[in-house]
């Protein structure tokens, strides 16, 4: 199986910063893109910014010039650099990937279960 696992969560004040990790780990043959998503309640889950296997990088524009993301191909692992965070970045987010996970299978989306970003003062 392939497995997702986020960290790095947790409360801060507004223009804080934080940084998320997001490992993948079990049965990879290639990973392609990965991505960060974020769910606020009662709202949507949304894209934040993804990464290909290349480096490319997008990024939603309510985050563009504070977030970063970048990976580590060695260790197949993720992260989102978010500064000058705002109370409306305050969401549980998801790691997201894109695995071709054997031989046998074609390419598979994956989703970690989350981590909580709370921005309050």
């Known amino acids: 199986q392939v497995q997702l696992v986020e960290s790095g969560g947790g409360l801060v004040q507004p223009g804080g910063s934080l940084r998320l990790s997001c490992a993948a780990s079990?049965?990879?043959?290639?990973?392609?893109?990965m991505g960060w998503y974020r769910q606020a309640p009662g709202s949507q889950r949304e894209l934040v910014a993804t990464?290909?296997?290349?480096?490319?990088?997008a990024y939603a524009d309510s985050v563009k010039g504070r977030f970063d993301i970048s990976r580590d191909s060695a260790k197949n692992t993720v992260f989102l650099e978010m500064n000058s965070l705002k109370l409306e970045d305050t969401a549980v987010y998801y790691c997201n990937a894109d695995v071709v996970p054997n031989l046998f299978d074609g390419r598979l989306t994956y989703w970690g279960q989350g981590t909580q970003v709370t921005v309050s003062s």
């Open positions: 990464i290909t296997r290349e480096g490319s990088t």
């Open positions: 079990g049965s990879i043959f290639r990973l392609y893109n």
